[in-house]
Structure formats: C-alpha cells, structure tokens
C-alpha cells in the first residue's frame, strides 16, 4: 500500500515528492524500482523462449545484482563528477533516484508483450529500437530530476550521467572482449 501512496504522490507533485523520498532515504521503494527493472530486462528478453523456472529465477536474481552493482556504481560516479561542479549531493540520494528511475523500464515488458502477441508484424526487428528509447528515456529523467532537485543545469546534470556512464561502459567492453578472448582460447 505504501509504493502505491507514493506512487500517487508522485503523479500529483513530481518535484516534492522526489525530495521527499530523497530525504527519507527511501531505499525500499529504490529496491522496489531496482526489481521492476529486473524483471522487464529478464521478460523483454525471454517472453517467448520458453524458459525454465530455475533458468528464470537464476535470471532474475543475476541480473537483479547487477542492477544493484550498476546503480552502486552510476550514484557514486555520478556524484563525484557534481561534487567537482559544486553541486552537494549525496551518493545514497542518487541511488534511489536511479532505482526509481529503473521503473521507467517497465516499458520493456509493454513491448515485448505486444511483440510476443503479434509474432508476424515484424515488431522483433523494433527491439534495438525499443531498448535504445527506455535507456534514452530514463537518461531525460535523471537528467531532469537531477537539475530540478538540485537546482543545477540540465547540461551539468547530463555530464554528471555520461561521465558515470563511461566507465561502466568501458568495464562491460573489457569483460566481453575477456570472456570472448576466454572462449577462443578453449577451442
């Protein structure tokens, strides 16, 4: 009953109640965004697979810790680069916000739905397009919340999100050319 309260909270005043969860340092609805964002990930990509419960519950216990990992790193990266530009702000806020934000990712699983159901129309070859648009989507909304809370500009709020972006995504590089390296190696 609580998330659907702030839920509604969140409908009537964005702004206040983004603030109010920050400084309640609102963790269990972070964790709650945290899960609805495993879950599209893990329905997005298996709908029609036909996946096993125990590869199903395995999938969403991996990738729930690596949202938690990313968001760990995306709030503290963030926060250094806005601590350089004078903005003060806590790593434990961004957190929650990203968690938040992970609920913007329940657009995953309307599409895959929607592409599941109608197997011929071609929607499959849309789902680049798809992740592309949530991850574009959340980036506006982190970016917009940030300089809205914190009363800085939009442009210092969307340096602070790719300049914590860049790392995380230079480690997923060097892990994927490591595990292929790995896998060339065995055959």
């Not at 903005?87 to 806020?93: H, L």
């Not at 599941?116 to 917009?144: E, H, K, N, R």
């Not at 940030?146 to 790719?162: D, F, R």
């Amino acid at each position: 009953m609580n998330l659907l309260k702030t839920y509604y909270h969140y409908i009537s005043d964005p702004e206040k109640s983004l603030q109010e969860l920050l400084e309640q340092r609102a963790f269990k609805q972070a964790l709650w965004g945290y899960g609805i964002a495993t879950v599209s990930w893990v329905l997005f990509f298996n709908i029609a697979s036909g996946i096993s419960v125990p590869a199903f519950i395995f999938k969403l216990l991996a990738l729930f810790a690596l949202e938690l990992t990313a968001g760990y790193f995306l709030a503290s990266l963030c926060g250094l680069f806005l601590d350089f530009m004078d903005v003060k702000i806590s790593p434990a806020e961004l957190f929650i916000l990203i968690g938040i934000s992970g609920c913007v990712k329940g657009l995953l699983i309307a599409f895959a739905l929607i592409a599941a159901v109608l197997p011929f129309s071609g929607l499959a070859l849309l789902a680049p397009f798809a992740l592309l648009l949530v991850c574009v989507l959340q980036l506006v909304y982190l970016t917009q919340a940030i300089a809205h809370i914190y009363q800085t500009s939009a442009g210092k709020a969307l340096g602070a999100w790719l300049f914590s972006l860049v790392p995380i995504t230079m480690a997923f590089i060097l892990i994927g050319i490591f595990f292929i390296w790995g896998i060339s190696l065995l055959f």
